[in-house]
């Protein structure tokens, strides 16, 4: 089956998640999430989910500037037009058009969704996965006081959770820390997420995060710093891991020659898709660096690719990867995603495209606005 739209619905529907979800940058208890659905000369569709937040507080782009950018520049680029393979999209995307990675990339997932249905095999079969469970890190956001973060750090490490990662900033950062790390005890797989909160003046409270014995500390300077980046990691002994800097592959290969970090976050809105991810991931595995996949609260279509990226063999780490019932009351895909007592996610390997079926009436019903697009001219 040749890869070719000739539609592609956008889609915005709302949804709010089960608890608000707080980073040093901001909050978000309802999410505007924008789906992306592409219509096959077949007939057969190919559901995407744009992870762009309603606002710019954890990258440039937002719901609505990815909106525009599908509507205006990219679906025009790629609508009609007919391509041998999903790796080939992104050019086609990129031609004129600079950054607006999160919107590049609902729309080159959809192909590679597209891909997988076509060829009959599940997503992670088509990019060349291998494991049959994922391994599950949660995301706790920054609460008021260091008992209420105690308190959900130790529901997670009940449920099975392989890490718990805390969000911190300036003010809500040691003592927090320090309570988790006594509540769990000394072994228990802990990690820090900065989102760019700190700057290098902050060196000695990110210095007292040594003692606490972290996995990696994650983002901690500005998301263009890589220079500053590296700097701290030489003062620190907990690795570094980068997320917000890497937008691409080139700038994987600019941490690994700078030493900005020892590990990397790879999250396939924030470098444009799929084909950047799996580039990425294959660096840093000749590297031997270790990559593990981030999460932006996705729904479970979103979850749906994330999984099927975190089931190639270079992701050695736990990923963001969370199972429905951590964000939504109800998700919007069957079966929803679900978590073991060991804390692993099951990669549907047999499974043709996705591996979870589209829950196309919820969607109806939560949608809050919707164009369909066809072929320029
Ligand atoms: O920095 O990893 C991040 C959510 C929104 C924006 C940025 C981040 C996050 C998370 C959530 O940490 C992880 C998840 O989806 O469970
Ligand atoms: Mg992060």
Redesign the pocket.
Known sequence: MALRARTLVLREIRLPLREP?R?SSGV?ADRRVALVTLVADEGVRSWSEC?A?EGP??SPETIDTAWMAIRDWLAPRILGRTFVAPGQVRSALDEGVRGHPMAKAAVEMAFWGLAAQGQGVSLATLIGGQRDRVETG??L?IEEEPEVLVGKARKASDLGYRRI?L?IAPGADLPFVEAVRGALGGEAPLMV?A?SAYRLDDLDTLRSLDRFGLIMI??PLAPDDLVRHARLQRELATPICL??SITSLERAEDMVELCSGRVV?I?PGRVGGFATSIAIHDFCRARGLPVWC?????TGIGRAYNVALASLPGFSLPG???PSA??WERDIVQPEWTMDRNGTVAVPLDEPGLGVAIDEDRIEDLTVRSEVLGPPG
């Open positions: 979800f980073i978000v992870v937040a507080n954890y949660i995301s956001g990662k969000k997420d989102n994650e983002q997320d917000e976050n999250k981030g999460g932006m609260l996705e963001d990867l969370s951590r964000y």
